[in-house]
């Protein structure tokens, strides 16, 4: 009566090794390791490139615990920490450009599972160790650069179709421009409407000449402050990807902020350095006019002086005095590709520059219109502008060119990361940081395996005194689904958090009440006077609906956590739906899989060991 079908047993032993087989690495620890890889995709760790630089940390005297090379990128293992950050530095010293050098932990999980695909977990902040940093993205400024570059964008147009303006400037947020004839007022205000429909106009008549005020329509401010945080929010993930860190979180929180947290770093200084600079290049023509003469000290005259009309005063790399003009050649959002590198001529560090297709005309055009004047290339970073250098153009050039004036190797491959990673549309600061260090992070695993562990065995312990054999079942049966709830959220390679650890444990609560009313139903059939097998039979078939029931409502509550939460809620909800699907299959398949087993193939059962005495001495048949 009892028996199960050859193929269902087939399919929960499938379950079982499969389950095994992904849940196994999490038993591994994990190993310090410096990864080498390519700063684009197309570029390679090559052999010949593994072998040098294996050479050089063996040379320098560093023990190698390991080292492989796969999908482009060359991953050393060290002993400890300490050995990995001075392999760090040998190998940072003499890898070329184009490659980054990362801090990161890896499993050391044998070669024969990672063929099979079999990864561990990845562990949140909270029990992996790292940094996390909550950013303020400022909107007025987003707003501000929206106005300049509207500026930018009449006065390339009204030139373009040769309409003659006196004056256009900005004032606050908007956009004014002046005009002394009418006709060309008004051929301006048609052309700006047709060509620039996210502006709203308006006359503005001041004595003799008549304006065309232009701002920015309040929806449109909106929207483009969206994308300013959505823009930042890649940004960052591409400066991250540069760092890189395994399964980083960056997500928006609000209107304006933006979380970034960073599992398992191990040099958090850097990482706040490279997330927190708002670094990117602008391009402007040297103000010649003003200059006293050539050198660095053309204009020392400005030194204690404002800034002339229609120039902006910044000090370059060595404090000399740079007067610039205020319309921008190029800026960095048309960097393609930046490289750090050396300077043919003096070995100093510089960095190699690739524009895309516009870029590349307008420096092109530029510097065929200004041989032998000087280009300013300008560092802009929150509340601080610096001029790298201002060289002399000596000949036409386009979409490739070097900036030097930096101080260091190390700021050149920090500046080449931050140029090639993207511009942020708006400047960001830091508002909060908290670092979790692994020794807190190794606690918060104890605790939460131990509080698994504890809560797993006081179940145990309570099911076997209350139901006998059929409380070894259920225990079981909620070992395995353990087993394939930790398989699972490695397989799809889930993050796991605090949070939830405490939702492994309520599965296991939530999968043995499964179990419970199984059992239950089992007895009341039994004191109904009902055969034990037939007991058994419909014990489980009638516990079903209840069982499925119970779960579909909890998994509901679990899929809104999941839609509307965020962070560590929805790393909860992700477990615990996982959770009722393992639990729902534990419970009914493998539990009565084994009680099949075990009673499925008697004629006659004398006694069903479910904890209640009173019928176990009962005669009954099939």
């Given at each position: 009566m009892n028996k199960y079908p050859v193929w269902k047993y087939v399919i929960i032993a499938?379950?079982?090794?499969?389950?095994?087989?992904?849940?196994?690495?999490?038993?591994?620890?994990?190993v310090p390791v410096v990864q080498v890889s390519g700063a684009r995709a197309s570029v390679k760790v090559e052999p010949a490139l593994q072998s040098e630089l294996e050479a050089a940390v063996k040379g320098a005297g560093i023990a190698i615990a390991g080292v492989e090379v796969a999908e482009g990128h060359a991953t050393f293992r060290f002993a400890d920490t300490d050995t990995q950050i001075k392999a760090r530095d040998v190998i940072q010293s003499k890898v070329p450009a184009g490659y980054v050098v990362a801090l990161n932990l890896q499993s050391a999980t044998p070669k024969w599972l990672q063929a099979l695909g079999a990864k561990p977990m990845y562990l949140g902040l909270d029990l992996r160790g790292g940094v996390h940093f909550l950013l303020q993205v400022d909107m007025k400024a987003a707003a501000n650069k929206s106005v300049e570059r509207y500026v930018s964008d009449v006065r390339s147009l009204l030139r373009d179709k040769k309409i003659y303006y006196s004056g256009l400037a900005r004032e606050?947020?908007?956009?004014?421009?002046?005009?002394?004839?009418?006709?060309?007022?008004?051929?301006?205000?048609?052309?700006?409407?047709?060509?620039?429909?996210?502006?709203?106009?308006?006359?503005?008549?001041a004595g003799e000449e008549a304006a065309i005020v232009a701002?920015?329509?309040?929806?449109?401010?909106?929207?483009?402050?969206?994308?300013?945080?959505?823009?930042?929010?890649?940004t960052l993930r591409n400066r991250v990807n540069e760092l890189g860190v395994a399964e980083p979180i960056i997500q928006q929180q609000g209107g304006d902020r933006i979380v970034v947290q960073l599992a398992g770093v191990q040099d958090p200084g850097r990482a706040k350095e490279i997330l927190g600079r708002t670094a990117t290049l602008e391009v402007r023509m040297v103000s010649e006019e003003h200059s006293a003469g050539p050198g660095q000290n053309a204009f020392a005259?400005?030194?204690?002086?404002?800034?002339?009309?229609?120039?902006?005063?910044?000090?370059?790399?060595?404090?000399?005095?740079?007067?610039?003009?205020?319309?921008?050649?190029?800026?960095?959002?048309?960097?393609?590709?930046a490289q750090p590198g050396f300077d043919q001529r003096d070995g100093g560090p510089v960095v190699s520059m690739a524009l895309d297709d516009s870029g590349g005309r307008i420096m092109r055009q530029t510097t065929r219109e200004n041989l032998k004047k000087r280009m300013g290339m300008m560092l802009v970073e929150r509340n601080s502008t610096v001029v790298l250098t201002w060289p002399v153009i000596q000949e036409e050039f386009g979409n490739r060119f070097q900036i030097s004036g930096i101080g260091d190797v190390q700021e050149a491959r920090n500046l080449a990361l931050l140029l090639r990673a993207g511009a942020l549309a708006a400047p960001m600061d830091i508002i909060e940081e908290r670092t979790v260090g692994p020794s807190l992070g190794a606690e918060n695993i104890a605790k939460g395996f131990k509080s698994v562990v504890y809560g797993f065995?006081?179940?145990?312990?309570?099911?076997?005194?209350?139901?006998?054999?059929?409380?070894?079942?259920?225990v079981g049966a909620l070992a395995s689904n353990l087993l394939f709830l930790v398989a699972l959220l490695s397989m799809l390679q889930a993050t796991l958090t605090l949070p939830g650890i405490a939702a492994i444990a309520l599965a296991l609560g939530?999968?043995?009440?499964?179990?419970?009313?199984?059992?239950?139903?089992?007895?009341?059939?039994?004191r109904a006077g009902m055969s034990p097998q037939m007991a058994i039979q419909v014990g489980y078939e009638r516990a079903f609906d209840t069982i499925f029931d119970s779960n579909i409502t909890t998994l509901i509550a679990g899929l809104a956590l999941l839609a509307f939460g965020s962070g560590p809620v929805r790393g909860f909800a992700v477990v615990h739906c996982l959770g009722?699907?393992?639990?729902?299959?534990?419970?009914?398949?493998?539990?009565?899989?084994?009680?099949?087993?075990?009673?499925?193939?008697?004629?006659?059962?004398?006694?069903?060991?479910?904890?209640?005495?009173?019928?176990?001495?009962?005669?009954?048949t099939a």
């Open positions: 499938i379950a079982l090794v499969v389950s095994l087989v992904y849940a196994s690495p999490n038993l591994f620890v994990e606050g947020d908007r956009v004014v421009v002046r005009f002394r004839e009418s006709d060309q007022r008004v051929a301006a205000q048609k052309l700006i409407e047709k060509e620039m429909p996210d502006l709203a106009l308006r006359e503005q008549v701002t920015i329509k309040p929806e449109i401010v909106k929207k483009e402050q969206e994308l300013a945080l959505q823009q930042n929010i890649q005259a400005y030194k204690d002086q404002p800034a002339p009309f229609g120039t902006d005063k910044y000090l370059d790399s060595e404090g000399n005095t740079v007067l610039v003009k205020k319309t921008l050649v190029i800026t960095g959002d048309r960097i393609k590709d065995v006081a179940i145990a312990i309570f099911m076997i005194i209350y139901y006998s054999l059929f409380g070894v079942i259920s939530m999968a043995i009440d499964a179990n419970v009313l199984i059992n239950e139903r089992i007895r009341e059939e039994l009722i699907l393992t639990s729902i299959f534990s419970a009914v398949m493998v539990s009565r899989g084994i009680v099949n087993l075990i009673y499925g193939g008697r004629k006659k059962v004398a006694k069903v060991y479910i904890g209640n005495t009173e019928w176990h001495k009962k005669d009954a």
